[in-house]
C-alpha cells in the first residue's frame, strides 16, 4: 500500500457493504470507519457477520458490492474510467501484506520452528534479508514474552503462547491494521489473559486493530469503540460506555445482559 497515507483520512473506511452466500445474505450493507490508532471491537450473536466483516477487510471475501479502503487504497479492485476491475493475484497480496490477521486457530507451519513461522512471510513476501527478519523476529518474541521460544516447534507450546507466536508473526509484516478473529476463544481460561495483554500492548502503542471478540472485559477497557452487529447489520457503534451501558436496541441490551456477567 501507499506509504503516503494522510494523517487525517481513515485507516479503513468500508462503505456499504453487501455479502452474500449464495441466496444468504450475510452483510448488509455495513459501513464504518476506523482511524489511524484506532481499536473497534466488533461483538453480537453467532452467524451476524463478525467473522466475514473482517475476512472483507482483508480481501480473504470478495465483497458483492460497496468499497473497502485501507490506508486511503481500495482493496481488492483498481478502478478503471468508470467501472472496477478486479486486482491481479500478485497486487492482493501486496495489499494483504499490510494487513495483519490472527485467527482462532493459530495456523502456525507445524513443522517449522517458531522462528521459522516469524521469518517464513518476511524473507518470502517481502525478500527481507534472514539474519535482519531473525532479529526483528527475536523482538517481536520478546515483545509476546516468549524470547526463550525460539526454536522451539509449535506443539511444543501452549495454545497462548502458540497464539502469541502468531501475533509476533502477523507483526513481522510490519501491518498498518491487525486483524484479530476471537482470538482467545480456543483457549484455555487461564491462558486468555497473556494474550490479551500483548493485545493490550499492542493498542497502546498505536497500532489500529478490529478484534472480533467475546471478551467483553477486554472491549470495554480496551476498544476505542465497539459495533454490535446483528444479521449482518451494524445496530450499535459507539464507545464502550454508550454500547454497554447506553445501548438503544432492546436486541443488544438483550445480547449484552446474557454475556456481561
Ligand atoms: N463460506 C461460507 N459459505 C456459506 N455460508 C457462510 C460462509 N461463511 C459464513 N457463512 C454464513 O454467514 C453467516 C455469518 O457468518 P460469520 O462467520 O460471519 O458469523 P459470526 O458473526 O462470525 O459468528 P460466530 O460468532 O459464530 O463466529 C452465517 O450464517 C454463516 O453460516
Ligand atoms: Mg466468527
Not at 527481507?128 to 527475536?138: G, H, I, L, N
Not at 497473556?194 to 477486554?218: I, K, P, S, W, Y
Request: proline content about 4%; glycine content about 8%.
Amino acid at each position: 500500500m501507499t506509504q503516503t497515507g494522510m494523517a487525517g483520512q481513515p485507516m479503513i473506511n468500508a462503505e456499504n457493504v453487501h455479502k452474500s452466500y449464495g441466496n444468504l445474505q450475510v452483510l448488509k450493507g455495513v459501513s464504518l470507519e476506523i482511524s489511524r490508532g484506532e481499536v473497534v471491537c466488533l461483538i453480537g450473536p453467532s452467524g451476524s457477520g463478525k467473522t466475514t466483516m473482517l475476512r472483507c477487510m482483508n480481501h480473504l471475501e470478495k465483497i458483492d458490492s460497496g468499497a473497502i479502503f485501507v490506508d486511503g487504497e481500495l482493496l481488492g479492485y483498481r478502478r478503471e474510467k468508470t467501472f472496477l476491475r478486479e486486482m491481479r493475484d500478485k497486487d492482493v497480496c501486496r495489499q494483504r501484506a499490510d494487513i495483519g490477521m490472527v485467527f482462532q486457530h493459530f495456523n502456525l507451519f507445524p513443522h517449522m520452528t517458531v522462528l521459522q513461522n516469524i521469518i517464513e512471510a518476511p524473507t518470502g513476501v517481502r525478500s527481507v534479508k534472514a539474519s535482519v527478519a531473525k532479529d526483528r523476529a527475536r523482538e517481536l518474541l520478546d515483545r509476546v514474552g516468549l524470547a526463550e521460544k525460539a526454536s522451539a516447534y509449535p506443539r511444543q507450546l501452549s495454545g497462548g503462547q502458540q497464539q502469541r507466536v502468531a501475533i509476533a508473526r502477523a507483526l513481522a509484516m510490519n501491518p498498518k491494521v491487525m486483524l484479530f478473529d476471537e482470538p482467545t476463544s480456543a483457549l484455555d481460561p487461564e491462558l486468555v489473559g497473556d494474550v490479551l495483554n500483548v493485545m493490550r500492548d499492542l493498542a497502546e502503542q498505536g497500532m489500529t486493530m478490529v478484534v472480533v471478540t467475546h471478551e467483553m472485559g477486554f472491549a470495554r477497557d480496551v476498544a476505542d469503540r465497539v459495533a454490535f452487529f446483528e444479521a449482518g447489520e451494524i445496530r450499535e457503534l459507539g464507545t464502550p460506555a454508550d454500547v454497554f451501558g447506553n445501548a438503544k436496541s432492546p436486541r443488544t441490551r438483550e445480547f449484552l445482559r446474557r454475556v456481561v456477567a
